[in-house]
């Protein structure tokens, strides 16, 4: 037996019963990586083998040696007879945007090519006393900026294991593409605006966006500090829930992290969802686009098997007993882009100051003058187009003379998107929803190339999800069947504030539901002819 | 185009303000996308609001932890931190001091 | 030539005297350490760390707005001041912009003439420190060590109307600092650190002209100096014709100069906004109220009070009230005595503040308690020492502890009352002095005091003066 075929939740159970070693299952997933990961990203221009072309290029680096000891630690306590934790021998993939000790973390910028951190994300540290085994780093765009992980400054970045000429999504692609091509069971990724969920859906696996300070962010390298959420991508609803259950709690290192107490996820799966109301809305049945010169916005229609499948799952769920809510007003969604313009733009551009060639990464080898050109061409040489975007579009609109304008101003649109959720959810409301039910993306994987430098298309396929990010609400991605092209569609469950336990249930009972769908045999391309399929 | 639009002018001094330095062709891509972005942002403008709308900073209101007591817990390892400069002189951190001519602002 | 009146504003940095960093747990005060030691992730700006808030940097910051009479806000927040320096790792400093923790107040100062000039705060703030950097061999090396540490920003409105003004005004600062024990307010150390904004206009005239801006003016003296020197050439240049201009410029204290360093013509934008990784500072009415009544009883009104109350001149009331623990120890001192206001003022202003240079000790800090100097005086004021053993106990007690009674009574150190004791001891002298004995009885009676002064060296000063006196005179005129 492979233990790649396992779920975490399996591999956990048979590793603390002694049945299976951690050391066996780190083998099983580094001999995947090596059959289906390809080379490594770089900083080098690298001429590839054309074998590389339908490789998944997930990782950036492999931890193996760390992973290893930890296997060794999860086997000495099995053999004392002590708890190895929830997490047993399970390999996890870590998108290289969190801070580890002992990992080079680059957060797929040449500024940081070289940066060691002396110190672990308290989400990474979690999981590590939870048992896991920290297998390797994943690639991303670039400090997280896109939608298609294309950006990264290590090329070649990530591929659709589903069709290896189609973006993983971004930002987290990586770790989406790891959990998708087995060469993990989880990964930890992050959601700023959907870079948690989209990829997820691109990859046809599960992910979920926490509520806002649910996950600790200290060690998390930052986006836009007011929106990143840390969260787990997974292969089933399951075992999303039991990283959760590590990840979530309080730490004293992150002021906004929240002090709610963290419910049983896993005892939640199991109550169903007869008499959970769902929530279905036509403002999620299409996106508003702008004209990119005029800025004039139009309708325009998603991709129809998204809709089909939203369809799908809401029928499915009311089988099972849900209450279905139609035409839930959500006016505000459409606003949710161009605030995210603003906001985040505004956040990494301050949070991008520090990278500067002083204390740590890269500095520029070109002869300077002075200080101030020692900043520019460190700054120039070391972040790569979209950085240098972001931190001029977040200068200008915080500009004294356009904060007014534009950042006080989405600010308080931020609001009305918060407020679209808080009636919905209103539990003395009109709606009085458990869980609004949209498409979790506009269309399905996009062709590599195709949108990458359209900062403005590419920032349009965060429409379905940036709002959870607004509102700092929880919302859980799941694949929902695959499109006429065979490719992954996603689906999408916002909840409540700390109501994880909510969409995981819903997430859940359709995935039970549809436990024999035949699109749920589909193996990925990336992995045909691999021990998978055999 | 929108009256809002970045000329070169404006760009070249925000490019300088974001201690970036850019070749014309990313010069050219980046203000094109540029424009695009606020294009796509003037939509803000024309939101009415109501009365009394707050911004929001977080989207929730966030109930963390009350601030940490006043205790003084060294951090094990700052040898490791001046380790990653990219020079230092083993106890400092080492720069180029500012050329004639160049703003301390 | 026209009259004209100096404007001034100043705007201190305060480092509040607190255990560690205001966002990391490292030490707050790294005198004397080695650079790039007293530093971690989050003050020397590492990626993905986060600031966590020291609550004692806000119970301080809230303490000083209730002694400046400021308006503490229920709700501030922290900013980000973002610009790009090497001693500020971030690229922005954690700061509180437009909601600062206290708002308005005052501070009144008493001029040399006795009249009060109340000088109005705009506003306090809390901060972050920077770090330091040095030039060495044309590079700029930089130490993080200070990165962090917690400031009170506080800025004056333009009320102030002289260098010395601006003196008095951080003089008073640094003893009310001192006073309600929020921070050390050593100048040379660089705990209280000031720039000057300075205008000129016309006496009568109401408008605030062009001002300039003086850093780095880090003593007393300096501020006063730098002050008249940056007034009189702002004079020089509008009788000359000449238009101010937006200066910043650095005092140089070595030679006692001003030095340009900046046109500020244009204000740098540093694009404030909230800072997200902490949340606001929130508070409660009884947090507040707390910050206003655990401030104790302040320099001038407690200087007022003992003016009142004791009967002390203004100078000795000065002196008395320049420390808290000083002025604590005086009254201590006085309950202890019974009310002797007047005898412990001058035991304190002469002999114990020569006991505190000799040791270097402050009143706290002595060995010598407020109930040891009261028991000493009570022994003086009892005839039961003389004056001058008890001002040797008071070195004796610091010295080597014990209760003052105790040595007496161990030394022997008490006066010789005693009758039989004290007439023979004035039969040897008298013996001994013939010659005088005979003067004093043909009429020469003003040899009383060279009699007593016999006796006294017989017995080491022990001997009861007054007894003494009777007990001559007694057996001279015999």
């Not at chain 1, 680059?106 to 940081?112: D, E, F, G, Q």
């Not at chain 1, 916005?297 to 769920?317: C, F, G, K, T, Y």
């Not at chain 3, 009259?3 to 005060?29: M, R």
């Not at chain 3, 001041?81 to 971030?90: A, E, H, I, M, V």
Request: negative net charge; aromatic residues 6%; charged residues 25%.
């Amino acid at each position: 037996m492979n233990s790649i075929q396992l779920s975490a939740r399996q591999i956990a159970q048979k590793v603390r019963a002694g049945e299976l070693s951690a050391l066996e299952v780190l083998e099983d997933h580094l001999r995947q990586i090596q059959a289906v990961d390809g080379v490594p990203g770089s900083l080098q221009d690298l001429s590839l083998d054309p074998s590389e072309e339908s490789k998944v290029h997930a990782f950036l680096e492999v931890s193996a040696q760390l992973a290893q000891k930890q296997a060794e630690q999860v086997q000495a306590r099995v053999q004392r007879g002590e708890d190895p934790g929830p997490l047993a021998g399970v390999p996890v993939s870590i998108k290289d945007i969190f801070c580890v000790q002992g990992t080079t973390t680059t957060a797929a910028s040449r500024i940081l090519y070289n940066f060691r951190p002396p110190y672990t994300a308290t989400t990474v540290e979690r999981l590590q006393k939870a048992g896991a085994l920290i297998i390797g780093k994943t690639n991303l765009d670039e400090f997280t900026y896109g939608s298609s992980s294309e950006s990264s400054a290590f090329q070649p970045h990530p591929n659709n294991p589903w069709n290896t000429q189609r973006v993983t999504g971004g930002s987290s692609g990586g770790s989406a593409a790891s959990v998708a091509a087995r060469e993990v069971p989880l990964s930890l990724g992050t959601d700023t605006g959907g870079s948690i969920r989209q990829p997820a859906a691109f990859c046809g696996v599960v992910g979920l966006k926490p509520t806002y300070g649910r996950t600790s962010r200290y060690g998390l390298i930052a986006f836009g500090s007011s929106l990143d959420c840390p969260g787990p991508l997974a292969r089933d609803v399951p075992d999303a829930a039991l990283m959760l259950q590590v990840l979530a709690g309080t730490d004293p290192k992150d002021s906004t992290s929240a002090l709610a107490p963290v419910p049983d996820y896993l005892a939640a799966l199991q109550e169903g969802v007869r008499g959970l109301r769902i929530g279905l809305s036509r403002d999620y049945d299409h996106i508003s686009y702008p004209d990119t010169l005029t800025g004039e916005m139009s309708v325009q229609a998603i991709q129809p098997e998204m809709n089909s499948a939203v369809r799908d799952v809401a029928e499915a769920l009311a089988r099972l007993g849900a209450e279905i809510v139609e035409d839930v007003p959500m006016p505000n969604a459409r606003h949710g882009i161009p605030a995210y313009f603003v906001i985040s733009r505004v956040e990494a551009a301050s949070n991008l100051h520090r990278f500067d060639g002083v204390k740590y990464g890269y500095r520029t080898s070109a002869p300077v003058r002075g200080l101030s050109e020692l900043y520019r061409a460190t700054r120039a040489e070391g972040f790569g187009l979209q950085p240098k975007l972001r931190i001029l579009m977040g200068m200008y609109v915080s500009a004294a003379q356009h904060s007014a304008q534009y950042y006080q101003k989405a600010l308080r649109v931020r609001s009305m998107i918060r407020s679209d959720f808080e009636q919905a959810f209103d539990p003395r409301g009109a709606y009085r929803l458990d869980a609004l039910l949209t498409p979790t993306t506009p269309t399905t994987a996009f062709r590599r190339s195709e949108v990458l430098g359209d900062s403005v298309l590419m920032q349009y396929s965060d429409q379905m999800t940036v709002a959870g990010n607004h509102a700092g609400i929880p919302a859980v991605s799941i694949p929902a069947g695959l499109d006429p092209l065979g490719l992954p569609i996603g689906v999408q469950f916002f909840g409540m504030d700390f109501r994880e336990d909510l969409i995981l249930r819903a997430a859940y009972a359709y995935e039970q539901a549809t436990q024999n769908a035949k699109w749920r045999g589909v193996i990925p391309q990336a992995l045909r002819g691999s021990e998978v399929s055999a | 185009m929108t009256p809002d639009s970045i000329t070169p002018e404006m760009f070249a001094k925000l490019v300088t303000l974001a201690a970036l330095e850019l070749t014309p062709e990313e010069s050219e891509y980046l203000r094109t996308e540029l424009n695009h972005q606020l294009a796509a942002v003037k939509e803000l403008s024309e939101i009415q609001l109501a009365e009394g709308v707050q911004p929001s900073l977080h989207g929730l209101d966030c109930q963390g932890s009350a601030p940490r007591p006043d205790m003084w817990l060294p951090f094990p390892n700052p040898a490791e931190i001046l380790a990653q400069a990219p020079d230092s002189d083993g106890a400092y951190f080492r720069v180029p001091d500012f050329s004639r001519g160049e703003g301390e602002s | 030539m026209k009259t004209y009146e100096i404007v001034i504003g100043l705007e201190t940095h305060i480092q509040l005297n607190t255990a560690s960093k205001i966002f990391c747990a490292c030490k707050a005060d790294s005198w004397g350490a080695e650079p790039n030691t007293n530093i971690c992730p989050v003050c020397s700006g590492l990626p993905g760390v986060l600031p966590v808030l020291n609550a004692e940097a806000v119970r301080k910051g809230a303490l000083l707005a209730a002694a400046m009479h400021a308006e503490i806000n229920p709700v501030s927040y922290f900013d980000r001041k973002n610009y790009f320096y090497p001693d500020l790792p971030k690229g922005y400093q954690i700061t509180q912009f437009d909601e600062p923790i206290g708002k308005g107040g005052y501070m009144d100062l008493e001029m040399p003439d006795g009249t009060i000039r109340r000088v109005r705060i705009h506003k306090l703030h809390l901060e972050e420190d920077a770090g330091k950097t040095k030039i060495e061999l044309g590079e700029r090396l930089v130490d993080f060590n200070r990165c962090g540490v917690a400031l009170v920003e506080m800025v004056t409105e333009p009320d102030l109307r002289s260098g010395e003004e601006a003196a008095q005004y951080l003089t008073q600062l640094r003893q009310l600092l001192r006073w309600i024990g929020v921070s050390e307010a050593d100048m040379e150390r660089g705990h209280l650190r000031c720039d000057a904004n300075v205008s000129i206009r016309e006496a009568g005239s109401a408008v605030l002209n062009t001002k300039t801006e003086i850093k780095n003016v880090n003593s007393i003296d300096a501020v006063r100096q730098a002050i008249s020197e940056e007034a009189k050439r702002q004079i020089e240049a509008v009788e000359a014709g000449q238009r101010i201009q937006s200066y910043t410029l650095d005092w140089d204290a070595d030679t006692g100069t001003l030095r340009k360093m900046r046109s500020k013509e244009s204000e740098a934008d540093y694009r404030y906004f909230r800072e997200p990784d902490l949340l606001p500072v929130v508070l409660s009415a009884e947090e507040i109220a707390q910050a206003q009544s655990s401030l104790p009883e302040l320099p001038l009104a407690r200087r007022a009070r003992f003016i009142r109350d004791y009967q002390l001149s203004a100078y000795d009331a000065d002196i008395l009230t320049s420390e808290r623990a000083l002025s604590d120890y005086y009254e201590e001192s006085v309950s202890l005595c019974g009310g002797a206001a007047k005898v412990v003022s001058n035991w304190m202003m002469n002999d114990l503040s020569r006991l505190m240079n000799e040791t270097g000790k402050s009143a706290a800090e002595l060995r010598l308690r407020p109930a040891d100097l009261a028991e000493i005086i009570q022994l003086v004021e009892g005839g039961k020492i003389s004056t001058a053993t008890g001002k040797s106990l008071l070195a004796k007690v610091e010295a080597g502890g014990g209760k003052p009674a105790g040595i007496v009574e161990r030394e022997g150190l008490g006066l010789i009352a005693d009758e039989g004791a004290l007439s023979s001891q004035i039969a040897a002298v008298l013996a001994e002095s013939a010659a005088e004995v005979e003067s004093f009885r043909a009429g020469k009676e003003s040899l009383l005091g060279w009699f007593v002064g016999q006796v006294m060296r017989r017995t080491g000063g022990k001997a009861d003066p007054k007894r003494t006196r009777e007990l001559l005179l007694e057996q001279l005129k015999r």
